[in-house]
């Protein structure tokens, strides 16, 4: 009973932070996603430009990115590990220079790459936050 208090405490926080505004780093987003078949994390790594608005705009169209729409593009490159530290270990420390400009962007992906791993390992379904 307290444990179930306590576990719908934290999903309020967590859900309540995933609601706040976060400039979008000007180094890029990626795209996460599993290969279970392989148990490799996968994370595709896309680069945009930042409007005077904030928004990310399509390098090569000029056009806004939607958020929640699915949008053909190009990646820039595909990074891929067994673990989430080893996937952060190729992207901020073997990739130089970096392709996230911004620390905020950075413990973002750490997180997401964790609660892929634990999907990964637990057999669950992975959807990026």
Known sequence: MLMDLILEDLAAIDDKLSQRHIDLDPGGYFIIYLDRDAGLIYAKHFTNVIDERGL??????????????KVERTYTTVFSARTAKELCVKIFEETQPPPVTQLNHAAYL???????EVALVKGQEYVQD
């Open 110 to 116: 750490g997180r997401e790459f964790v609660r892929a």
């Open 56 to 69: 990310a705009i399509d390098p090569e169209t000029g056009k806004v990115i939607p958020a929640r729409k």
